[in-house]
């Protein structure tokens, strides 16, 4: 397992994640990290359901912004069959999978699979006294969705064996953002999570707070780019709705059908 340490930040943290090729809301998520002079962390999925994961990796790398690797990353530098996200076989989600994982597999560079070969497992830092460790989904499993309300222990006991004694567990994966106990999900950034509206979603650190925040962007232009690629089984309508086109990986007291 690579561990990458960012050591103590002093400011303000920018933590996000799950971009999913989404050039728009990947811009727009780091003007605001820009206006804060805040540090960007991301939790990886750099590339999914959208358009530009070749731009958004190229932008990562130019910029240097601190990531893991999702498991989207990891399959595809690995030249897997598929995303390996952790949906049943055979679900609706499972299925749209294919398309977008095809895009990601012939449009990424070589350079940028390369660069994603060398992506680090799991971020440590340092912040305002308190030591916070990030990860994808699950201490054992990268593709694991934690969700609110899941039973966490066993998982942050096992992020301190990874990575030494922490505060705090940042992940990502699942597409919500949510705070439980010393678990802070930031989020996904580059689609909405399942809300009914467009506005995406990080998490600010500061000294005082952690605080959730809408990410507003042109959804409307990274919805045409996904068009413009053949990327129309329905998340480039997810963009707008804010409604994600299946349910089924979310667990049932979670899906806006049972709300």
Not at 237 to 252: F, Y
Request: hydrophobic share 40%.
């Amino acid at each position: 397992m690579q561990i990458q340490d960012l050591g103590e930040i002093d400011g303000p943290v920018l933590l996000f994640g799950g971009v999913y090729g989404n050039l728009q809301a990947l811009e727009a998520v780091l003007e605001v990290a820009l206006g804060l002079g805040a540090a960007p962390v991301c939790t990886g999925d750099i590339v999914a359901y959208c358009a530009d994961g070749e731009a958004c990796c190229a932008l990562f790398r130019r910029e240097g912004i601190a990531t893991i690797a999702g498991n989207c990353e990891r399959n595809l530098a690995e030249g897997a069959p598929d995303c390996g996200c952790g949906f049943e076989e055979g679900t609706t989600c499972d299925r749209l999978s294919a398309a977008w994982f095809a895009h990601a597999q012939a449009t990424v560079s070589a350079a940028s699979l390369a660069w994603m070969r060398g992506l680090p497992d799991r971020i440590t830092f340092t912040h305002n006294g308190r030591r916070y460790g990030v990860l994808h989904g699950g201490a054992d499993d990268i593709a694991r969705f934690i969700w609110p309300r899941s039973v966490l222990a066993e998982h942050f006991a096992q992020a301190n064996a990874q990575m030494g004694p922490l505060d705090a567990v940042v992940s990502g994966h699942c597409g919500l953002g949510f705070q439980q106990g010393r678990w802070i999900n930031a989020g996904a950034t580059g689609m909405p999570p399942n809300s009914g509206r467009p506005e995406t979603c990080y998490a600010v650190l500061s000294k005082s707070a952690l605080r959730f925040k809408r990410l507003e962007y042109n959804h409307k232009a990274a919805a045409s780019a996904m068009v413009s690629v053949g990327l129309v089984q329905g998340y480039e309508q997810a963009l707008a709705s804010g409604c994600w086109p299946s349910e089924d990986v979310l667990p049932r007291a979670l899906r806006r059908a049972a709300s």
